[in-house]
């Protein structure tokens, strides 16, 4: 009967291990901006400045962000950013869209492309 309980005790100990990586992974899809709107977010870095993507609060219908991920050393690993800058666009918590820059670090999307994914977006939802 002792073994009987030692199986229980495992197999509990699985399943709250199984709960607590579902309870976190929920939680890495959360939008940086919070809330239920469409969110564009760029990821760069201290040391690629010159890059920066200028023209991200001229995009209309969304609101904007900007993470340096030399600040926020977690946030590369959480959203799976591999280059900077990274520009991702969120709808409530959902990843919908990814724009990377090239081999260069410079960003190769356009404001009129990234505005055409944020139009997409909203005209989907109707």
């Given at each position: 009967m002792g073994k009987n309980h030692t199986s229980l005790k495992i197999f509990g100990g699985y399943l709250l291990i199984l709960l607590l990586m579902l309870m976190s992974s929920s939680a890495n899809g959360q939008s940086p901006c919070g809330g239920d709107g469409l969110c564009v977010v760029q990821f760069n870095a201290g040391f690629?400045?010159?890059?920066?993507?200028?023209?991200?609060?001229?995009?209309?219908?969304?609101?904007?962000?900007?993470?340096?991920?030399?600040?926020?050393?977690k946030a590369s690993?959480?959203?799976?950013?591999?280059?900077?800058?990274?520009?991702?666009?969120?709808?409530?918590?959902?990843?919908?869209?990814r724009f990377q820059a090239n081999i260069m670090?410079?960003?190769?999307?356009?404001?009129?492309?990234?505005?055409?994914?944020?139009d997409e977006i909203i005209m989907e939802d109707f």
């Open positions: 690629n400045e010159a890059n920066k993507v200028k023209w991200l609060g001229d995009l209309n219908d969304c609101d904007t962000k900007f993470i340096d991920i030399q600040k926020d050393t690993g959480k959203y799976k950013i591999v280059v900077v800058p990274t520009i991702l666009i969120f709808n409530g918590e959902e990843e919908v869209g670090m410079q960003m190769e999307a356009t404001k009129d492309e990234v505005q055409e994914k944020i």
